[in-house]
């Protein structure tokens, strides 16, 4: 059965280092989606992408994170310049309409230092 | 802004018993609802999706019902085994853009005893 797939599923950096987190989405999805999750908390939604671009971003997604596509195949959040406070556990979903099942991916957990 | 509650935060239940997760939605203007599990440090595994002109959906031992109109829907898992202790997670879409990011509610754990 296809699946999202997250590299890596784990990640530690120094404070205002940059990162990249990398999905895999399903095939033949058309929306992609990346979360968050600290823990101990709600999930949240951060930022949604169709036909490559941005569909839409919460309060979170400011100007230090942005999103790719650079591939047929890729989806990347990237982090310029990490705070402590983004340390967290990162999901990318993806689904083929977005009246459909949002599949995730197993996370990146992202640990600031 | 739309706002999901689920009760109760914590469940613990022995073996081969029925219960009931609660999941409530402030705005009942919903497409769908969407029924996950988590288990510790993992992802979010997608367990039913019942859209809205739905009253129930079921997969295995599972049956999910939505109630639109009293904004609510309730997860029933029959026959429990301690295989389903996770955490539970109900999210429903909000409409917005062209995607349709979800909101989650805190979700429900699951601890079903041997």
């Known amino acids: 059965e296809p699946e999202v797939t997250q590299t890596p599923s784990h990640q530690v950096t120094q404070m205002g280092q940059e990162v990249i987190l990398r999905c895999v989405p399903i095939s033949n999805h058309l929306y992609f989606y990346w979360y968050r999750q600290i823990l101990g908390q709600k999930v949240e939604f951060l930022v949604s992408?169709?036909?490559?671009?941005?569909?839409?971003k919460s309060e979170i997604f400011d100007d230090q994170f942005s999103v790719e596509r650079p591939d047929g195949s890729n989806f990347t959040l990237k982090i310029r310049s990490t705070k402590l406070e983004d340390s967290a556990m990162y999901f990318c979903?993806?689904?083929?309409?977005?009246?459909?099942?949002?599949?995730f991916g197993p996370g990146t957990r992202l640990t600031v230092l | 802004k739309q706002e999901v509650t689920q009760i109760p935060a914590a469940l613990s239940v022995p073996e081969g018993e029925n219960l009931v997760l609660n999941c409530s939605f402030t705005d009942s203007a919903i497409y769908n609802l969407q029924w996950f599990r988590q288990d510790p440090g993992k992802g979010l595994t997608s367990l039913l999706l019942i859209q809205s002109s739905q009253r129930e959906q079921t997969s295995g031992r599972l049956n999910a019902s939505l109630d639109k109109s009293s904004g609510r829907s309730t997860l029933y898992i029959a026959a429990s085994q301690p295989g389903d202790s996770a955490t539970y997670l109900c999210?429903?879409?909000?409409?917005?853009?062209?995607?349709?990011?979800?909101?989650f509610g805190s979700g429900t754990q699951l601890t079903v005893l041997p």
């Open positions: 999210a429903v879409p909000i409409s917005s853009g062209s995607a349709r990011q979800l909101t």
């Open positions: 979903a993806s689904n083929l309409d977005w009246t459909d099942t949002q599949y």
């Open positions: 992408f169709y036909n490559n671009e941005i569909s839409e």
